[in-house]
């Protein structure tokens, strides 16, 4: 509330939003004006879908300068859009979206069955509605990650499932640009995929090498490496889904597997309330941590959880508690920013949410998205309720099925 000349001017802002679309920020606002101008110009010269779609990207290329293949993405992006009304809506409002998290959720939901458009709209809508003043607007990768998450719920089938690398493994060695270096590709699952880069990493600091000839040492020198990966699944949820540290959620297929390979289980709840005696924390609040933040707790930073430092928010030579209610994970580059003074934060030990402040005075809040929080918890719950009733509805349509079948051959049987 300010006063001005005897008279009170109250103002408000809503209770939740972006960053992006933060009112007492001139430049957020300012590219806010530039996002909306934009998609209501794109919305606007939006061809009919019975036009020679070609011939409208060729006229768009001109008008706009972008790329054909950019138009493309766009038109596409915009069709798709239409297809979800709700998150139609929500952007109506907000205009929070930039054009490449359009391109991002178009290119993510190619090949969805259309009838499950209903459900990915109202899951997909709820994940970018902000549940925090001034919160950080999730990432293409998070938002590629959430659909994919959606996807596997519904048994999504992909647009080709031949090249699902969890149907099929492929390597290929090809040739480089020159005649010094080879190009090397291999699809596999998403835990191998971040078992081998563990490895890799790991090689490489411990010999000095590169990645590239660590990668290499491991494989001609048969060198053995010892990584772990933490799984987190829900023990009270019936066809609970896995969430795996530095991937996110995992497909039903994949997260089985590898949950049945496990050689430690722990249990969270009981490392969520524990104290460690010391500065350094034990391998279960470490895994709690890691579990609720999922990755570096300051905003828009995208460095996994496994991969950050364990900041003690209060120093520990201060009396702050080695525990999870202490403890944030933080990348080497926001821990030092925090360790120098250039910003601080609050945090809250049961949500995780965090409130950054940096020197300047900007500020920003950071939602997590570890299976440990009130968020991932919600999820865990859907995906289990959802995979309970599909199976009861298999049950029941299998069980009818053998049933008629026994009818007819009952009906079929010679009278003798």
């Not at 925090?132 to 659909?147: D, E, G, T, V, Y």
């Amino acid at each position: 509330m300010v006063a001005i000349g005897g008279y009170a001017m109250i103002t408000t802002h809503p209770p939740n939003y972006y960053t992006v679309n933060n009112p007492a920020d001139p430049t957020a606002m300012a590219l806010g004006a530039i996002r909306k101008a934009e998609h209501q110009l794109i919305a606007q010269v939006m061809p009919d879908e019975d036009t020679d779609f070609e011939l409208a990207v060729s006229t768009l290329a001109v008008s706009t300068g972008y790329s054909r293949h950019r138009v493309r993405q766009l038109i596409l992006a915009f069709y798709q859009l239409r297809d979800l009304p709700l998150l139609d809506q929500l952007q109506q409002d907000l205009f929070h979206l930039d054009h490449q998290r359009l391109i991002t959720i178009s290119n993510a939901l190619f090949g969805l069955n259309p009838e499950h458009l209903e459900v990915v709209d109202e899951l997909l809508t709820d994940y970018l509605t902000p549940i925090a003043p001034n919160q950080a607007l999730p990432s293409h990768r998070s938002i590629r990650a959430k659909i994919a998450a959606i996807r596997s719920m519904l048994d999504d089938a992909k647009a080709d499932p031949d090249k699902d690398p969890t149907n099929r493994k492929e390597f290929d060695i090809s040739p480089g640009d020159n005649d010094t270096t080879a190009h090397l590709f291999a699809s596999v699952d998403p835990v191998e995929g971040k078992l081998i880069n563990d490895a890799v990493a790991k090689h490489a600091e411990a010999t000095g090498m590169n990645k590239g000839e660590a990668f290499v040492d491991l494989i001609l020198s048969k060198v053995k490496v010892k990584v772990a990966l933490n799984l987190y699944s829900a023990k009270d949820l019936a066809n609970a889904p896995v969430w795996g540290t530095g991937i996110g959620w995992l497909d039903e297929k994949t997260g089985n597997h590898w949950s049945a390979r496990a050689t430690t289980v722990r249990d969270m709840d009981q490392a969520m309330k524990k104290h460690a005696a010391g500065h350094d924390p034990t391998p279960d609040i470490r895994a709690a941590v890691e579990g609720r933040d999922g990755g570096c707790v300051a905003p828009y930073c995208t460095v996994p959880a496994d991969r950050c430092d364990l900041d003690h928010r209060i120093n520990h030579e201060d009396g702050g508690c080695t525990c999870i209610g202490n403890l944030s994970s933080a990348c080497r580059h926001h821990h030092n920013g925090k360790t120098d003074g250039r910003c601080v934060y609050l945090a809250d030990p049961v949500t995780g949410i965090v409130v950054w402040v940096w020197e300047d005075g900007t500020w920003a809040v950071n939602v997590p998205e570890g299976p440990l929080t009130p968020q991932g918890a919600r999820w865990a719950q859907t995906v289990s309720q959802y995979r309970t009733r599909h199976r009861e509805r298999w049950a029941a349509a299998a069980k009818a099925e053998a049933e008629a079948k026994a009818t007819e051959a009952q009906e079929d049987a010679p009278p003798f």
